[in-house]
């Protein structure tokens, strides 16, 4: 569902989708944010700052044993998204990067 180039639609319906299922099976997080990253739209900059706002949403949720097995991936993806030409992207990843 997140590869379509309509998300921008329903994006905040299937955000809270995910988040039910992640409360209720924690060890989803994982699995959803890996995904994220895989299916990462490099050319498409309003579905980069959804994708942004997902995972930070996501990674407050998940279990901290999990969030450590993605800090690597996860700091190269915002690594390139710091340094992406446009700037909302970068704007939306270095607030993301500040909060706690």
């Known amino acids: 569902l997140h590869k ?9 319906q ?7 299922f992640i409360e209720k099976d924690a ?5 959803v944010v890996a995904a994220l990253l895989r299916f990462w739209p ?5 579905k980069q700052i ?3 706002s997902e995972i930070e949403e996501l990674i ?3 279990p901290v044993a999990d969030f450590k097995r993605l800090q690597c991936p996860l700091g190269r993806r ?9 700037s909302d992207v970068a704007e939306k ?8």
């Open 4 to 12: 379509v180039d309509w998300l921008c639609m329903y994006h905040s």
């Open 14 to 20: 299937l955000l809270d989708c995910t988040k039910k």
């Open 27 to 31: 060890r989803l997080a994982y699995e």
């Open 42 to 46: 490099f050319s498409i900059s309003s």
């Open 50 to 52: 959804l994708f942004l």
């Open 60 to 62: 407050f949720i998940m």
């Open 78 to 86: 915002l690594a390139e998204c710091v340094s992406f030409p446009n």
């Open 93 to 100: 990843t270095l607030t993301m990067w500040r909060s706690d």
